[in-house]
């Protein structure tokens, strides 16, 4: 299979293809697999009686009759058994993309299973699974080759489920975040076709000969706090936005009683109202663009903070815009989702920006934030958790919610 | 424990409510049909027939339960059975065990399906629960996708080519042509055949049943019955039924008949060769060569000889699907697998017309369904003996 | 006696008095005033629609407006600045309504402003009295810079240590207040003080002075190169906030047709 190549201008006599969705209709048990494809984990539902995985999630173990049925990570190692190509799928989302590889596999875990299948897979061959989202956010199995080291974008069923920014433009909402540089170097390195930073209250300082000297980037003005400055830049970028990255925030401490409404209203304005006007303005374009060709909209990025999921009473107010920033998200990802668009929450411990300079060590830096955006838009994940602090929480919070609200009181 | 025999319990009436490729009346309508040729054929009223075991994929809202009023039966036997291409199987056991037992009378046995522009489509995103889960979000809607895993694995474990399956096609094309209710009017070359489109391979656009509208029907009732209504009646001498056997083997390579062919023969009294027309249940052709194999007519892995060896017309050697089958004659969805058994009951008893096979007196019928997930999990089969068999 | 005001009307009505506007367009991407993070800081000018002919409101046009008491064309009132905190009539609900009309002294200071760091001094005002008369008491003093023809980033014109514009030093300041009884001080820039002046003694000697004395500001003035060094009246009346410190306004001058 050839490497993708950056996309050849459109053809004005020709129609936007609308975005068409794959089956997305799931039973409640099988949701258990969004789950773990939203964090990009390989897990099965297996026996909690007698230790025997099975596909797909059933009610009861076929073993044991045991109803206590728990999601495990497990070997992602399978053989294919039988493959074919779909012709003539049924589906118009699969019929538009046909021809459609799909396999049956006797996974190293035991169960066998239907997958999407690579290229090169064919019956005896080993392959490697991965819980994927499709188009239509649900989660699907993807048998990709064994070994490391193919690149997994010349598979157009691959890049169907993912939302790469190879020759994608990509917007970061603001040019001033403590990510953005990192952000842009990394989008460029993975092969970005265009990196614009919104540069809010223009008229300020910026240094923006750094950035601008990558390939690609620019720096244009953008007041994700003004109508007027959302929907000019829409006008000029709307149909050429296929990856929005929204690094806007406003960190001021205070406690729910000691902290200042003024911060944290500004707070809820940067972190909440902000991106909500941006996406009013932008995300229907990129809705309508969802099936734009192999690189027509696919995502919409938050860097969020973990206090979303767990707050701090220590940054009472921004903890309740990221807690309020995280549950809009879901919504606005219920809507992206009618275009395939995808949703991606980074959820960050403290970074290195200025409002954390105090807080101890370990800190997210932009490096780390711009590896983890790279890796789950490639992976198309819904859910990452950026840091060991967040990582430390996420597993915190897991186990007992209650102890990690009382152990925030330490900080 | 022995199975004990279906003694005077008899099939009679065949019906066929001739199929449309798409159609705009209702379920209902295609079941109201059935019953008005049942309650003909056998000269009694409909109000007579005191059981109903309906099949359907497309009766909802409504199950058997409902129909009784739309058709103003009144039965004390009443079984709804959506099981696709093993429902007819299934209904006829059940019903027979029922008139043996004297639970009722006269059981009114009927697969009725329309099939409108978007009904096949409707039906796929209802299917199951597994298949919602773990197949149609893999392009694999409908069985075609499915079937080519377990065919291409079939082909790669037996040596079965797509010449074999060309012939049996081409064979049920010949047969069908006979048969003036087949939707399939055109000859089929075995060059047509190898030469057709992909749909997924290594199913080609031959290999795949048209969906349509339609209804099969029977009655069973006891032997004094259909002799005092003057009716040619076949006995069923033997019956199978199994779901979801040999769960172990990783891709399907034998139904549940494999497992319970030697009961089926015995309890019969017969074996293979003393069958006189075989209609196996051919939603695909390579599905027909797994019931050859799992049905006793050849070793297992060895049906491609077996095709090669044989004339599958009907007047060959081995008469197979002679109404044409569902490749030729389509397949109204869960009248599928009533359709052998119709058709059986019209040989054994002398009534095919243009497709009779002389002298057939032993017929085998095979059912097989649900394509749950990876697998066909519904098998079955019955053995119809005529007058003197 | 002939009512003063038909006269002024029948001026205004013949175009013998000219009406100029002084005001800078309230928009959501005016600069204002930049503090280190860790102050408060004012909200700026956003302007949202409630409506434009639309499902909102099918037949009608409006926005909800909000804004930090010191955006955009905006008066200071005393208490403003910690000096003036005690003094009587300090807000702008409660300042003395006549004070809302009053003449305007105009210094030029549009070459020596080239200079983003320019200060004026006594001996600059000065100069300007031997040309066009003592500053009257009770009149507002503006300073002309031509900086409101700039555009926003040259116009807010920071650097890494701060806004570079020019304003007053703390001489002038004490000096107007107490020598001259002015009755406020205006200008282009943001703020009546340099964008230096928090280094100057005392820090903010414009707020310090103005304020403490029960004094007015006006900043982003605009249009102020259309006004003759004398003889203009300023119409400057901020909104009546309960308690407020200041307010965006529209500031009109009055001034006596040329030839």
């Known amino acids: 299979m050839a490497p993708l190549q950056p996309p050849r201008r459109k053809d004005p006599l020709k129609r936007t293809r609308l975005p068409l969705l794959p089956p997305g209709q799931r039973s409640r048990a099988a949701h258990h697999l969004t789950a773990a494809a939203a964090e990009g984990r390989f897990a099965l539902p297996r026996c909690a009686a007698c230790g025997t995985f099975h596909f797909p999630v059933r009610e009861a173990c076929p073993d ?71 188009r239509a956010g649900q989660a699907v199995l993807y048998a990709g080759p064994e070994q490391k080291g193919a690149d997994p974008m010349t598979d157009p069923q691959w890049r169907e489920m993912t939302a790469d920014p190879l020759h994608r433009r990509v917007l970061i909402t603001d040019a001033r975040s403590f990510a ?84 944290t209203r500004d707070a809820m304005e940067a972190v ?29 990025v938050n860097l969020l903070s973990v206090h979303a999921l767990a707050p701090s ?21 219920a809507d992206l989702a009618q275009g395939g668009v995808k949703l991606l929450n980074l959820f960050c411990g403290p970074t290195d920006s200025d409002w954390f300079q105090t807080w101890p060590q370990p800190k997210v830096g932009g490096a780390a934030v711009a590896s983890a955006a790279v890796s789950g838009l490639k992976r198309g994940l819904e859910e990452m958790f950026v840091g060991d602090v967040a990582k430390d929480i996420q597993a915190r919070l897991a186990a007992n919610p209650k102890a990690v609200e009382r152990e925030m009181r330490q900080g | ?95 027979a065990r029922a008139v043996q037992m004297g639970d009722a009378d006269v059981v009114a046995c009927v697969a009725a399906e329309t099939n409108g522009v978007h009904t096949f489509r409707y039906g796929l995103e209802n299917f199951s629960r597994f298949s919602q889960d773990a197949v149609y979000p893999y392009g694999a809607g409908g069985p075609n996708v499915s079937f080519a895993l377990i065919c291409q694995n079939y082909m790669a474990q037996t040596g079965a080519t797509r010449e074999d399956f060309g012939k049996l096609c081409v064979a049920m094309r010949d047969n069908a042509l006979k048969n003036p209710n087949a939707l399939m009017k055109k000859p089929l070359t075995l060059a047509q055949y190898l030469e057709a489109r992909a749909i997924a391979p290594p199913i080609h656009l031959f290999d795949c049943v048209m969906p349509c509208a339609g209804a099969e029907a029977f009655l069973v009732m006891r032997e004094a019955t259909a002799k005092a209504q003057g009716l040619p009646y076949a006995h069923l001498l033997g019956s199978i039924e199994r779901h979801n056997a040999f769960a172990e083997d990783p ?62 017309t009907i007047a060959g050697d081995f008469p197979h699907n002679t109404c044409g089958g569902q490749l030729s004659a389509g397949q109204a969805g869960c009248g599928g697998g009533h359709m052998g058994i119709v058709e059986v009951l019209r040989q054994v008893t002398g009534q095919a017309g243009p497709t009779q096979v002389s002298g057939a007196k032993r017929g085998l019928a095979s059912g097989f369904g649900m394509i749950n997930f990876d697998r066909g999990l519904g098998s079955g089969a019955v053995i119809l003996g005529g007058e003197g068999a | 006696m002939t009512n003063p005001l038909t006269l002024l009307v029948s001026a205004l009505g013949s175009g013998v008095v000219e009406v100029v506007d002084l005001t800078q367009t309230l928009r959501e991407d005016s600069p204002t ?68 009309i009053a003449p305007a002294c105009v210094i030029d200071c ?85 964008g230096q002046g928090g280094h100057l003694t005392p820090p903010y000697p414009a707020h310090h002075y103005l304020h403490g004395a029960g004094r007015y500001g006006l900043q982003c003035l605009a249009a102020l190169d259309r006004l003759p060094p004398t003889g203009a009246v300023i119409l400057a009346a901020p909104l009546k906030v309960h308690e407020g410190s200041g307010s965006p306004l529209r500031v009109l001058a009055l001034i006596p047709k040329e030839g």
């Open chain 1, 313 to 333: 009473p220590a940054l009472a107010g921004w903890s309740a815009a990221q807690a309020a920033a995280l549950a809009w998200s879901h919504s606005l990802r």
């Open chain 3, 110 to 194: 549009s070459v020596e402003s080239a200079d983003p760091d320019f200060l004026l001094t006594i001996a600059h005002v000065e100069a300007w009295e031997a040309k066009h008369g003592r500053i009257p008491a009770r009149a507002w003093v503006l300073m002309r810079s031509d900086w409101s023809k700039r555009q926003g980033a040259a116009y807010a014109n920071l650097r890494d240590d701060g806004a570079h514009t020019p304003g007053p030093d703390a001489a002038v300041m004490r000096w107007l207040v107490e020598e001259r009884g002015i009755l406020g001080f205006g200008t282009e820039t943001i703020g009546t003080d340099a």
């Open chain 1, 272 to 300: 909440v109202f902000d991106p909500m006007r941006l996406a009013q303005a932008l995300a229907p374009a990129m809705i309508g663009r969802g099936a734009d060709g192999p690189t027509g909209a696919a995502a919409w």
């Open chain 1, 180 to 263: 953005a540089p990192a952000l842009a170097k990394a989008l460029v390195a993975a092969g970005a076709r265009e990196v614009r930073l919104g540069l809010p209250e223009a008229w300020k300082p910026f240094a923006a000969e750094k950035l601008t000297a990558l390939p690609g980037v620019s720096v244009v003005p953008l007041d994700l706090g003004s109508e007027r400055s959302v929907a000019d830049h829409v006008r000029d970028y709307g149909g050429k936005t296929e990856i929005v990255i929204n690094t806007a925030d406003h960190m001021r401490p205070g406690g729910a009683l000691g902290g200042s409404l003024t911060a």
């Open chain 3, 33 to 100: 005033i930049v503090l280190p993070p860790e102050f408060g800081a004012s909200a700026p000018v956003r302007i949202e629609r409630i409506s434009r002919y639309d499902a909102n409101g099918p037949a009608w046009y409006w926005n909800n407006l909000s804004f930090g008491e010191h955006t955009g064309t905006h008066f200071d009132a005393p208490v403003h600045w910690f000096t003036g905190r005690d003094l009587p009539l300090n807000t702008v609900d409660t300042l003395p309504v006549a004070d809302m």
């Open chain 2, 1 to 95: 424990m022995a199975r004990r025999g279906y003694e005077d319990v008899v099939l009679t009436v065949p019906v066929t409510v001739p199929y449309q490729r798409y159609s705009v009346e209702s379920t209902a309508w295609w079941a109201g049909r059935a019953l008005a040729a049942l309650a003909a054929g056998a000269g009694m009223s409909h109000r007579d027939f005191d059981g109903f075991s309906f099949a359907s994929f497309s009766a909802a809202p409504d199950s058997a339960i409902g129909l009784t009023q739309h058709f103003g039966l009144s039965p004390r036997f009443l079984d709804f059975v959506p099981l696709g291409g093993v429902a007819g199987v299934v209904s006829l056991r059940r019903a």
């Open chain 2, 251 to 312: 891709v399907q390579m034998r139904g549940g008949w494999a497992k319970d062919m030697p009961e089926l023969y015995a309890m019969a009294g017969t074996t293979p060769t003393g069958i006189d027309v075989v209609n196996t249940y051919d939603d695909y052709p390579f599905v027909c060569m797994m019931q050859f194999e799992d049905l006793g007519f050849c070793k297992k892995g060895e049906a491609s000889d077996f095709v090669q060896a044989h004339d599958f």
């Open chain 1, 64 to 134: 044991c009759l045991s109803a206590r049925i728990e999601m495990v990570e497990a070997p992602a190692g399978a053989t294919v058994l039988s493959q074919t190509t779909a012709e003539v799928p049924a589906d118009n989302y699969f019929r538009e993309r046909a021809p459609w590889r799909v396999g049956l596999v006797k996974m190293d875990a035991g169960p066998t299973a239907l997958v999407h299948l690579h290229p090169e897979g064919i019956a005896g061959s080993r392959v490697r699974l991965a819980l994927m989202l499709d």
